[in-house]
Nanobody, 115 residues
């Protein structure tokens, strides 16, 4: 089992910045990738950014150039730095950790961007 605890998020004006962090504990040695997904009201959950255990990153087109994901293997944390935030970035953001056989999810943290 893997437990994920998220922190960060909140309310920010358009153009502002936020940082989300996710700390993993438990059976973390099997994790292949960690990342962030988001879900806005009435929409499906979508990938925001992911980073593999080898440091390869992938971003949704909508956040490329604005968001940066990083991973500290020593601290078992993954961080999402979000710059130039837009109202359309408003959503519940979920930390995800993937092993070979299953996905794990955090409880979610709300990000609200006002115009």
């Amino acid at each position: 089992q893997v437990q994920l605890v998220e922190s960060g998020g909140g309310l920010v004006q358009a153009g502002g910045s936020l940082r989300l962090s996710c700390a993993a504990s438990g059976s973390i040695f099997n994790l292949r990738a960690m990342g962030w997904y988001r879900q806005a009201p009435g929409k499906e959950r979508e990938l925001v950014a992911v980073i593999t255990s080898g440091g390869i990153t992938n971003y949704a087109d909508s956040v490329k150039g604005r968001f940066t994901i990083s991973r500290d293997n020593g601290k078992n944390t993954v961080t999402l730095r979000m710059n130039s935030l837009k109202p359309e970035d408003t959503a519940m953001y979920y930390c995800n950790a993937a092993s070979a056989i299953r996905n794990y999810w955090g409880q979610g943290t709300q990000v609200t961007v006002s115009s």
